[in-house]
């Protein structure tokens, strides 16, 4: 196990839920901006109407800053946060899909190469040669989701993989096509958010409204699409996690389920009211108004797919506290759980602190917080205040009134469908329990 990267009040898991939540935004854009674009330019070239392009200049620009500046930024910030938050899990699924990802870096590439071109070649050289550039960004963006899609895919549902370790039965698992399909259409929708603020800013307000109500219309098909996908997706989870999601194992998923819904429906009436039906209402205050609330939704509706893999962070294989949990034969990997409970999980930590005699309290409390922080702690906050969920808070709704009923407690952990099981001894518990009957009490 690596050192445990520990946030006052926070957890590592809100952390990342932000910076992803956030990156989701300009991500989703420059992957389904350009279709968009792209028709507008052909409209443009077909019909000869220069006065298109000043969409096109503004739209393109919005693209290059906001997602490949601000977006790369958090992009950045989600592989930083995401490797000292999680190192194992990181490691186990680049270990699988490091070709993967490889390939996706390769696309991406083209991505930034092409936007620049398009962006500073806009009326600079042929229209033909031009809208190629649209194509090629266009479509290497796509192909860069169709890869990550796979692996966020593969982290809730594994497939065959348990048993095979083979790369596609893990990446074309059973909610493969219908994530893919929903991205792709909730993309579409969003751009058409970016595209309706973009478009109400122009000063001809002829082509104003006539680019809103276009984006209007794709918008809506997006957004529609995206839902009657996503029910398919929801159909697909395997059943562990629509127990957890859908039929109320764990009811704050549901509650986020249905805030994505809300958005959805609030979005989806804004494109209809703004965009189709007053598009002279479509502005920049309305338009920050829906990002806020889509900002929201895509929180709610990542969170409900992280919350519904627990306690797996890779299904079926690595438990949310970065203990494998399952042997890999094919891969030769075996469960660590039967081994920190023989051998002690504190036993077998390499980073833990120096000297410590666990025959005195101080020092058992000690060591069983560093235990509490790998095993409880990406999910738990540790202190009272805390935000993600406070074990104090938590633990003192059962009421011990000794740490050993805490152990007991703990021993029982297994039993619940979203907890991963206690992995140590005795030893391990006993200090466990010991410091958190302490921090109850404190």
Known sequence: MYP????????????????????????????????????????????????????LKRYSLLILVFCFVIGSLTGVGIWFAATIASPRAISGLIHNYVWGWATEWVFFIIEIAAIYVYYYTLGRIDEKSHLMLGWLYAWAAWISMIIITGILAFMLSSGK?????????GFFNETYWPQLFARTSFMLGIAGVYAVIVASRLKNRTVSHEIVRKAAVWGIV????GALFSVWYLSKMPEAAKELGINGGLPYLRQMLNMAGGAFILVLAWFIVCGLI??????????????????????????????????????QYMYGNQIIGTDLAAKGVKSEVNKFNSEGFYNNLYFRPDNLDLSLKEDRRKAGRVIALHQCGNCHALDRNGIMRPLPVLLKNIAPESPEDIAGFLEALGDYPFMPPFSGNDEDRAAVSEYLFWIIRR
């Not at 990342?16 to 935004?25: D, M, V």
């Open 161 to 169: 993989w348990i048993e095979t370790g083979g790369f596609f039965d």
């Open 222 to 225: 997006g957004l529609i699409a």
């Open 4 to 55: 445990f990267w520990e946030l006052p009040l926070f957890t590592s898991g809100i952390v990342i839920a932000l910076i992803a939540t956030f990156h989701i935004l300009p991500c989703h854009l420059a992957t389904g901006a350009f279709w968009f674009n792209v028709y507008i330019e052909k409209k443009a070239i077909k019909e000869k109407r220069p006065e298109l392009m000043e969409f």
């Open 278 to 315: 007053r598009p002279s209402w479509a502005g920049t205050y309305s338009g920050i108004l829906v990002l806020v609330i889509l900002f929201l939704g895509i929180g709610a509706g990542e969170g409900f797919r992280e919350g519904v893999r627990r306690p797996w962070i890779i299904n």
